[in-house]
Structures are given as C-alpha cells and as structure tokens.
C-alpha cells in the first residue's frame, strides 16, 4: 500500500523482555517520527529522523528505548527490559520535505506489557 | 516551553449541524503552526487543516475551518454540516516552525455526531 506501514499491530509480552516494532514510511518521505500515545491520552512525542542529519532523540523516556533508521527507510523502535508503564500504542508518521510538518500516522502497534 | 489545551473531553452534535472543538496553547515561540488531527475508532491519525503563525487568513479545507485568534491563543477547530462519519477524537497540536512534525499534542476531544 501507499501509507505508513507498522508492524506488529498487537504485541503481548512479558515485563523485562525486549521488544522491536517496525516502521515503513510512504516512499519519498524524507522525514519519520516515532509517537506514544497511552490510554485516553494525547500523542507524546519520542523521536524524530530527518534525512541524514542526527535524529532529534529528545521524547524518548528513559534510555531503555531507541531507534535507528536504515538506509533512510525503515525505522525500528527498540524497547529494551520492558515495564508495565510501556504499555501504549506506538505510532509512527512520515513527511515530505515540505515546510508545515503535516504527518501522515501508520496504524500504530499496541504494546501490552504484562 | 509550548502548550495545547483542550478543556471539552466529550461534544455532542446533531447531524448537518455545526460544531467548534476548542483549543489554546501557549508558546514563546514567534513562530509555530496549529494542526489538527482526527483520530476515528480505528487509531489511524488523519491530519485535517494547518494553520501557521503568520498567517493572516483562517485555515479553510472543506468542512473544516480553524478559528485562529492569535491574540487570544486560540485555535479552534469549526466542523460545517456534521457527518455521522465525523464522529471520532479529535487533537490539537503545535509545533515550532522548521521542527518539522516534532508536536505537541492536546488532550483530545471525543465528538459525537447524533443522527
């Protein structure tokens, strides 16, 4: 398809594991963000790729999370000895490279950390 | 550092009627722009109007207007002749201008279109 592409879209696991979710942004989108959004709340921002510059890492909670970006593509969020407080929906938007920053959401991946 | 309220948690509305979602922020930055986005049952995020800090006109794209009253930081969402398929939550946010889609988002709104 054409829009943003995450997987997986439901992931279950159990508190101190590690987990990696995926992210495929519509093609020639130069930028991709990576967003949290927890039950009944607003989006929190975690991070931010733009081209080849150095990601903008300044969301990201606790140094338990990352994520890197191959080949200006795909991106794979990293949640290392998850907690129950990681249970969210994680999103991820790509943009072109225009000046208003409208984003374009995948479908988000439900992280339930028991 | 930047702000988005949204003091309405749920809105009722009558189909074909209109309705104004509110929002204000607050920022020290000179220049930001507004968004809205509209997210239905299925999660996706749909991004609905823009409107940036200089601009002098009210962001307009079909049923969707933005009330931008700079003065008063506000940026209120007007939705014209409401669709039962309008029914979903529906977040404010801000970002500084040349940051990109890097935003900040309200709490959400839940509006409710009654047939």
């Known amino acids: 398809g054409a829009g943003v592409s995450q997987s997986p879209s439901n992931k279950v696991t159990e508190k101190g594991k590690d987990v990696e979710l995926r992210c495929d942004p519509i093609?020639?989108?130069?930028?991709l963000y990576w967003y949290r959004q927890s039950l009944g709340q607003g989006l929190e921002f975690l991070i931010y790729f733009q081209g080849n510059s150095a990601p903008d890492k300044s969301g990201l909670p606790s140094d338990r999370f990352s994520a890197e970006r191959t080949g200006g593509s795909v991106s794979t969020l990293t949640i290392q000895r998850t907690q129950q407080e990681d249970s969210a929906v994680y999103l991820c938007?790509?943009?072109?490279?225009?000046?208003?920053?409208?984003?374009?959401f995948g479908e988000g991946s439900r992280l339930t950390v028991l | 550092a930047q702000k988005i309220t949204q003091t309405q948690p749920g809105m009722f509305v009558q189909e074909k009627e209109a309705v104004t979602l509110d929002c204000t922020y607050d920022t020290s930055d000179p220049s930001y722009g507004l968004f809205w986005y509209k997210q239905p049952s299925s999660g996706e995020m749909i991004f609905l109007i823009y409107?940036?800090?200089?601009?002098?006109q009210n962001a307009t794209e079909g049923r969707y207007s933005l009330n931008f009253q700079k003065a008063r930081k506000s940026a209120n969402l007007v939705i014209s002749a409401s669709q039962l398929g309008d029914s979903a939550m529906y977040f404010c946010?801000?970002?500084?201008?040349?940051?990109?889609?890097?935003?900040?988002f309200g709490q959400g709104t839940e509006l409710s279109v009654k047939p």
């Open positions: 093609s020639g989108h130069t930028a």
């Open positions: 938007a790509s943009s072109p490279p225009t000046a208003t920053g409208e984003l374009f």
């Open positions: 946010a801000m970002g500084r201008l040349g940051q990109g889609g890097k935003l900040i």
């Open positions: 409107q940036g800090s200089y601009d002098q």
